[in-house]
T-cell receptor, first 112, second 116 residues
Framework: EAQVTQNPRYLITVTGKKLTVTCSQNMNHEYMSWYRQDPGLGLRQIYYSMNVEVTDKGDVPEGYKVSRKEKRNFPLILESPSPNQTSLYFC???????????FGPGTRLTVL | AQKITQTQPGMFVQEKEAVTLDCTYDTSDPSYGLFWYKQPSSGEMIFLIYQGSYDQQNATEGRYSLNFQKARKSANLVISASQLGDSAMYFCAMREGLEKDDKIIFGKGTRLHILP
């Protein structure tokens, strides 16, 4: 089944404790993105990647890192999480030359 | 400046009626794409419809159609014959420049309630 998976789905952590949210897609898509969703703000893009080893900033990259060492994986790293990073995070992917973006199920992160 | 504007935070519509969700956008790039996504209460994001800036005809997908008015920079989503299952959050989004990068901007969304 074609899908985008994210892990963990829920995470409660404390300020300053490094964490990684994994994202994996099995569709051989070139493009992958991370978004955060906050009430009243819609979705905002954090980082995107157009292929392996090619990443770029979206609208709200501060406090986040990403890497794209393999085509299927695009982890989101919070080196020192803060409470303002409490949010719902979505990973998404799409094939180059197409328009449909496939979203993962979301990761609800709470930083205390 | 906000690039995607959805002016209706919430809407209530009677079942079986048609619904129009508003979206206006702002870009100086002649090449762009416009999207609509649905987010039910379960939280997943579901792609509904896409319109390219050079597409001559309005996009349609089943009960969904996109009323694309380029000169007015509007890309309203029309849902015909609404159903209870259409109750959800709806987001309009835009990608500028097509494949030159993958920056995508979302609006703040409209919460649609379908009344029985």
């Amino acid at each position: 089944e074609a899908q985008v998976t994210q892990n963990p789905r829920y995470l409660i952590t404390v300020t300053g404790k490094k964490l990684t949210v994994t994202c994996s897609q099995n569709m051989n898509h070139e493009y992958m993105s991370w978004y955060r969703q906050d009430p009243g703000l819609g979705l905002r893009q954090i980082y995107y990647s157009m292929n392996v080893e090619v990443t770029d900033k979206g609208d709200v990259p501060e406090g986040y890192k990403v890497s794209r060492k393999e085509k299927r994986n695009f982890p989101l790293i919070l080196e020192s999480p803060s409470p303002n990073q409490t949010s719902l995070y979505f990973c998404a992917s799409r094939r180059g030359g197409t328009d449909t973006q496939y979203f993962g199920p979301g990761t609800r992160l709470t930083v205390l | 400046a906000q690039k995607i504007t959805q002016t209706q935070p919430g809407m209530f519509v009677q079942e079986k009626e048609a619904v129009t969700l508003d979206c206006t956008y702002d870009t100086s790039d002649p090449s762009y794409g416009l999207f609509w996504y649905k987010q039910p209460s379960s939280g997943e994001m579901i792609f509904l419809i896409y319109q390219g800036s050079y597409d001559q005809q309005n996009a349609t997908e089943g009960r969904y159609s996109l009323n694309f008015q380029k000169a007015r920079k509007s890309a309203n989503l029309v849902i015909s014959a609404s159903q209870l299952g259409d109750s959800a959050m709806y987001f309009c989004a835009m990608r500028e420049g097509l494949e030159k990068d993958d920056k995508i901007i979302f609006g703040k969304g409209t919460r649609l309630h379908i009344l029985p």
